[in-house]
């Protein structure tokens, strides 16, 4: 099992940054692309960024790009997520997913097994 914890929401004003962090811990061998989702009221989970944890290579949403830095410390298990210019639209709840995908890294919430808990940003207009 892969167990992950994430930190770091919160309210903050638009225009404003924000870093979550998540801290995995199990079986790491069980995973090689850490994402990050987001899910607001009444709205689908989407995928915002993605990492393999090999070799570093991240993917971004249209949505996210350039605003937002998905990096990771391996020595720690720990992924970060850089949120900076944060608009209303980015108010949701943020989970961390872990997985073993075979090919690139998606932003699919089907491929990814392990989840966190989640953690709430507030962005107020």
């Known amino acids: 099992q892969v167990q992950l914890v994430e930190s770091g929401g919160g309210a903050v004003p638009a225009g404003g940054s924000l870093r979550l962090s998540c801290a995995a811990s199990g079986d790491t061998w069980k995973r090689n692309c850490m994402g990050w989702f987001r899910q607001a009221p009444g709205k689908e989970r989407e995928g915002v960024a993605a990492i393999r944890t090999r070799g570093g290579t991240t993917y971004y949403s249209g949505s996210v790009k350039v605003r937002f830095t998905i990096s990771q410390d391996n020595a720690k298990n720990t992924v970060y997520l850089q949120m900076n210019s944060l608009k209303s639209e980015d108010t949701a709840t943020y989970y961390c997913?872990?997985?073993?995908?075979?090919?690139?890294?998606?932003?699919?919430?089907?491929?990814?097994?392990?989840w966190g808990q989640g953690t709430q940003v507030t962005v107020s207009s």
């Open positions: 997913a872990a997985g073993w995908l075979t090919g690139s890294c998606t932003l699919t919430s089907k491929d990814y097994a392990y």
